[in-house]
């Protein structure tokens, strides 16, 4: 049993599993009898002093938390710049770690979070508090550096593949007499890497996806035009997956081309599938439909990838360990160890080698066309979506998520104006 | 055993479930020994000649229809005209079951298929040629006549339900900083059955949904954003479901003042949920996400509702007893029994009774306001999302949906030019 306590942090967009590593990380701790404090909205609540007392709640509670998307206890996109910048914000997060004795700071989140709480543990070190921060992954973009994987983009990668391979079905279905092209527009705003999970739903040549397009290709209208002709030409319709964040050759989003005010001055909200879909129609003349799943894709729960809850679960046991053992700046990431069968691990790297880099999707993933994924994406993405975790649900035909009562600790500090 | 064979046609939009009524033909059919052709992409294949030799599937494909969505033997969206007007085709229709000596006619969709159904029983009287049409209940809208709900609709109201539940948690999670109203398009171009579905997320008051909208009710833009401010400031976001038939009370559609065509000439795409975010974002200056999941919703068999399999199942086999008995221009239908526990069974309706008819939302299910659903709508819809029935997953993470081998029978008559 350890002296001080825990504070736990979540941050940037939730994942269905998010709520998994929270879970783990206060069951673990609770085994050592480690009190544990979490943020209320992320780096927000550190800063405003507005914290959670978890042991207010029950055993049952924090289990179900584990099969509960969304973030249990808030999360933000709040960004602290160098330590220099944001010197007064800093200074008082150390304050507020103090007057709670938090000996322990798990941050949970991506790139910006790795980078916050490394500059969290040099700033606590220039102090002399003795402070222990963690890094712990989550992101369904994917693209952190080191770890094999992010916990969260399993389950949006395994969402993606079962939802592509559903509609495929259904636009198979119609095509003789009514839609033809059929995009869905994926997240991933510099990388394509849930775009290219879309792969998975696709086992033989002409099987759905037809086309992906990736923002790591520049994207050509006139070849793209042509490419989906052939392929309604060929299969009999065609289904596009398309990353929001795919450019034309001079750098322009193409979802911004479907944006922006219209003559009246009202917004347009763009979008790339909807763009695209437009287009087709114009120039092909095809019957289109298209999907904008956006927040479905990441708190899908309910059709969540085992793997991934496992290591979202594993990272978060992991992070409480690291912290008692005092390996100050680490973040618990995964190693593949072997491809067939996956096996992995979690090792520890270190927060400097993880803040501000950024994991792009291996050339060689992407067919030489451009339009889909090679066989070594395939093996590095398969494991990912493998097996099965649903969530307990009620008589009322519903997942059964819990809400926490996230209970308020007491302020200690003044007000804190920043 | 009988002589002849029964030929089994799917029309309009495919569900998640509309296979595993054809699985129950077929399987019912087997056991009474009739053969069972299928018509390829619904009334449109038996105009053509283009028919399906269901019995070269082997039994473990007819089992894996039961879970797989889409339409196995494609369906259209044509509809048949009067007697009158349409004469060459109906005629055309006949002659192509009596060259295959087709004697039973099962026609698996919605009011215009039924409609269809009865005509061509109709005709066949007149030209003594002994037929019995059966018209089988399909459709994600829930609009059929007499039957108590539609095979397809439950379940993509249990995606509805769960979808909402879970982005809700994901917009709860991020509102201090991000994201404040969320609207989910819901299909629905009459009656919002789907959108009254996305009640059943919330349980207390506050929780999510906030405000549905009907197309039932007058969409007033500025009552609604005073409803929108109201919960933004009380609960701290808003997640908004929206019908995509929607009107204005001069009845214009809120899908189309999205849509239409830019400055130059280019198809903009409408869509009810971009253009209410567009119009929160600029007037309320709320950050907002929306979604349009559009065909996953209908081809979503992973999270398919058991009580809704069970009943598409159920009046595919019933549709099979009733033809072989000779009950012409009959549909199996759901009869609701009991509500708590819920109970129902199958009963034989008139085709005359269902074709053309179009069940509207009970007015009681409407609250007053117009931004949610009554007791009286959850007694009805809970029942129809209850049960789990996930399909196989393979060993790469994804669901083992069957693709039939679509044997062609060999034609026997010449093309038909219609």
């Given amino acids: ?31 050592r009898k480690v009190k544990v404090l979490a943020a209320r909205n992320g780096i927000l609540g550190a800063l405003r002093e507005e914290l959670i007392d978890t042991s207010k709640e029950p055993v049952s509670a924090i289990r179900a938390l584990a099969h509960t998307p969304g973030g249990a206890f808030g999360s933000c996109r709040v960004k602290l710049k160098s330590l220099e910048a944001d010197r007064a914000r800093y200074e008082r997060l150390l304050e507020v770690l103090k007057a709670h004795d938090v000996r322990w700071f798990l941050y949970n989140g ?32 994917n693209d952190l550096a080191v770890t094999d994987c992010c916990p969260g983009f399993g389950s949006a990668a395994k969402y993606t593949a079962v939802s592509v391979r559903e509609c495929a079905l259904d636009v198979a279905a119609m095509a003789d007499t009514s839609t033809k092209v059929f995009v869905y527009e994926a997240m991933g705003r510099h990388a ?43 299969v ?17 989003f193409v979802a911004d081309a479907g944006g922006g005010k219209d003559a009246f001055g009202h917004t347009q909200l763009g979008g790339v599938a909807s763009h695209l879909a437009a287009r087709v129609k114009d120039t092909l003349g095809y019957k289109v439909h298209w999907t904008l799943p956006d927040y479905l894709q990441r708190s899908a729960r309910h059709v969540a990838s085992k793997t991934d809850l496992e290591q979202a ?7 409480v360990e690291y912290a008692l053992k005092g390996m100050n700046a680490m973040m618990p990431v995964i190693q593949r160890m072997s491809e067939n069968p996956y096996r992995w691990k979690i090792v520890p790297a270190k927060l400097e080698d993880i803040a501000n880099h950024e994991k792009t999707m291996p050339a060689n993933f992407l067919r030489k066309d451009g339009y889909g994924i090679t066989a070594a994406a395939r093996r590095y993405l398969e494991p990912l979506i493998k097996g099965e975790a649903p969530p307990p649900y009620g008589r009322d035909g519903l997942p059964k998520y819990v809400v926490l009562k996230n209970t308020a600790v007491k302020k200690k500090l003044p007000k804190f104006e920043g």
Wanted: proline residues 4%; negative net charge; glycine residues 10%.
């Fill in 1 to 31: 049993m350890a002296n001080g306590t825990l504070l736990y942090a979540q941050s940037g967009g939730v994942t269905a599993v998010i709520n998994a590593t929270a879970s783990a990380v206060i069951t673990a701790a609770r085994a």
């Fill in 110 to 141: 991506g790139n910006d979070s790795a980078d916050t709480a490394l500059k969290v543990s040099r700033l606590a070190e220039e102090f002399g508090y003795p402070l222990t921060c963690i890094g712990v992954p989550k992101t369904i973009d």
């Fill in 192 to 234: 394509g890497w849930l775009a290219a999970a879309a792969g998975l739903a696709g086992q033989r040549a002409d099987d759905a996806p037809h086309i992906i397009l990736f923002p790591e290709r520049p994207f050509e209208e006139a070849t793209f035009f042509a490419e989906v002709k052939k392929t309604v030409e060929r």
């Fill in 236 to 252: 009999g319709y065609c289904v596009v997956v398309a990353s929001e964040g795919i450019r034309t050759a001079d750098g322009t």
């Fill in 313 to 319: 679960q594993a990272v978060g046991k992991a992070a």
